[in-house]
């Protein structure tokens, strides 16, 4: 008798990452004035939670007993819903971290590394959180260690706390508008004190960070998708280089640093903010609409249907669907039922892969020619597969249509890219990346059309470009000082 083989299930986390996406590294969020400030700050950070998956920490402050923390490996949902864990962090005062490592220890984090950090200086403790990536971090790294800091991570960001440790400034805002004077690349920070809030954005503002009302408190957060969750107003956005100060006395707002001209990060728009936040006062939903249309004018196709790379194809494609008049609708349905609790990951569950969390509408697709909207093709193995899945499923044709530029450059500003060989569009034209991956067509939003898409009628001005969008361009706003160091080699100059 033949024996019967179970069904090979076990998988793990590793077979789930989705390795062919650019990942967000942080989200970070603040707030103070409210009862039990933590309780908000965990509903903030699982709003967030979409930057950051692999692990979270809550600092917070209580008049009697003081400084607490948590920090933690995994969702915000499966640590911080816990009455044990929050009543270890009492206060009216509070700021956490969602973290996917960009540096640091990636892959292999140690609680170590997990955020906020903690301070305790002459004048009292402080906590920070941030969000971004130093340039900087390893020549600030070995001056710092030289003068007698003591790491004790492997993390970038703690850098600023050593810092504020060797200024010789009277106040805890004092040290850190000091120690971030030291520091290049892209942050925003969420940090406290005793009886402050602090937020601070780099002068090109490169990380996104915003200002809400709740109740008499005040809160911050990385997105004002995380301020709608505590029932907190969205006031506004935090100005690039702008630094604000909360306490009980209100709010008060610098700009310690050399201006400069603002350096959003432009994927936020495409693909790293929720789509609904909102990102300079567009609502990032209706700007990945108009990225579908632009896209449906420069690169038209005749097709019966137009459909998303779920989820974050689904607003470009309904945008693509309603510039082009040809029909919207769901060929690809996405498993939203995917844990985390798996075993060992066996071959056939490796090859499975896409199919795990993605599934072809079978009934829909057969016989159709389908245009597959996806807002980008990072290494293009995941974009070979769902095509392969498409045709599978009996379509006739498949025609790829992508929400960015193509990304042919690493991003060293707080996102986590492959490094720059392994970008499909590193190494290939726009034809030989659509021969690699056999479909009938594949086409880019060009970065003009991306920057209509934003509100920049005009598109990009090449002089002075209103965006970062290094990762598509190659010019980096901030030169990446501790890559070019490793070896790493700037576009030349044209
Ligand atoms: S390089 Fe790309 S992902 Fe990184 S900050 Fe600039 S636009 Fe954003």
Redesign the pocket.
Known sequence: MSKIMPPAHPFDASVLEDDDK?KEECGIFGVIGVGDASNFVALGLHALQHRGQEAGGIVSHDPEQGFQSARRFGYVRDNFTSQKVMETLPGPLAIGHVRYSTTGSKGQTAIRDVQPFFGEFAMGGAAIAHNGNITNANALRRELIERGSIFQSSSDSECIIHLMARSLQRTIPERMEDALRRVEG?FSVVAMTRTKLIGVRDPLG?RPLVLGKVGDGWALSSETCALDIIGAEFIREIEPGEMVVISQNGIDSQFPFRPQKPRF???EHVYFSRPDSILGGRSVYETRESIGRELAKESPVEADLVCPVPDSGTPAAIGYSLESGIPYAMGIIRNQYMGRTFIEPTEQIRNMGVRLKLNVNRALIQGKRVILVDDSVVRGTTSRKIKEMILDAGAKEVHFRIASPPTAWP?F?G?DTPQREKLLAATMSEEEMRDHLQVDSLKFISLDGLYRAVGEAKGRNAKQPQY????FSGEYPVEPADQIESGFEMKAAE
Request: net charge negative.
């Open positions: 650019l892209a490169v990060c432009i994927f991003c500003y996102v970062c969008d290094a990762c």
